[in-house]
């Protein structure tokens, strides 16, 4: 399971309220068991659905990987 943090253009986090259909988000990796198999499928351009259930909630598209190479502390 992946969770977004949407932001801002400024990149600061945008407090909880209704999901915007455009924008950007940082994503976190929830199960730190399932890096391995995120950091073979990320990479900038990579397509996805957020989901609610079964429902589609919105596209995604990766434009930069950041942390998902690193090992956690």
Known sequence: MV????IDPDGFPIPNGPFAPIGRANMFVLNPDLR???????????????MEGSRRMGVWEVAEVLGLRQELQ
């Open 3 to 6: 969770y977004p943090e949407f």
């Open 36 to 50: 391995s198999v995120h950091r073979q499928l990320i990479c900038p351009g990579t397509r996805g659905y957020f």
